[in-house]
């Protein structure tokens, strides 16, 4: 966002011309505890206003920019060392910063640990009452796991706090999304969002490269939208 602006401006521009009524923020790992990996923490507010001003440009008017936030990165106590205080005081530094930076709405996305989640919406809520929240769980579960209902039971309980669309991203690939979607958007009065990988990476050439054409990806956006997605977008790999 400092150094390559024009380069992220364009990615986004694309998906603008494309037709996306909705792109994100390039913020998703700008929180304190991602960037001190990299001895980049004390830049949290100039990557986030630059994220957020970014992209306003590359919509122009023609597509909503959503504020991405994700997870700090490591585990929560008592499991990980990070105290849910200091996680608290993250959220809020990105996402007051996206908030005053004019976004549409927030995008709370990749949270696989629930609590985590939990104190991020809490925050949002605090910071931004007025914006709408899309939050997404990715779902690591095996399909044992998923098939005794737990996107149904995360659904309703992300619904209960308060946000305004319920979804997963990530993780998994279209087909194994479809029977996410399917369970979710069977929790009553819950909007949902998918945003499925475009299948597993794979390295060719020293290239990340993902196995699923343009055509199997639309086919199966039209599947998921079919079993009650009110937003439909693409992780990882969709171009």
Avoid at 4 to 33: C, K, S, W
Avoid at 50 to 78: H, S
Avoid at 108 to 130: C, G, K, M
Avoid at 158 to 179: A, E, F
């Amino acid at each position: 966002n400092l150094t390559h602006a024009d380069d992220v401006r364009d990615l986004q521009a694309e998906y603008v011309a494309a037709g996306a009524q909705l792109i994100e923020t390039n913020t998703y790992g700008a929180n304190r505890f991602k960037l001190a990996a990299f001895e980049l923490d004390s830049q949290v507010v100039d990557m986030n206003e630059a994220g957020a001003r970014i992209a306003r440009q590359a919509a122009a008017g023609k597509a909503l920019v959503a504020g991405a936030v994700g997870p700090c990165g490591k585990p929560l106590a008592p499991i990980g060392r990070i105290s849910p205080e200091d996680a608290r005081a993250s959220f809020r530094q990105q996402i007051e910063v996206l908030a005053g930076s004019c976004v549409d709405l927030l995008i709370l996305e990749t949270f696989s640990d629930l609590p985590e989640l939990e104190i991020a919406v809490q925050v949002a809520r605090e910071v931004a009452p007025n914006l709408p929240i899309i939050a997404h769980k990715t779902f690591i579960e095996d399909g044992e796991t998923l098939a005794e209902g737990l996107p149904r039971r995360v659904a309703e309980t992300v619904h209960s706090w308060g946000v305004d669309v319920v979804g997963s991203n990530c993780t998994v690939g279209p087909q194994r999304m479809l029977g996410i979607i399917q369970q979710m958007a069977a929790a009553p009065d819950v909007r949902v969002s998918a945003m499925p990988t475009a299948g597993m990476p794979q390295i060719v050439g020293g290239h990340i490269t993902y196995s699923l054409t343009p055509d199997y990806f639309a086919y199966s956006g039209r599947l998921i939208a079919e079993a009650g997605a009110n937003i439909v977008g693409g992780c990882c790999g969709t171009t």
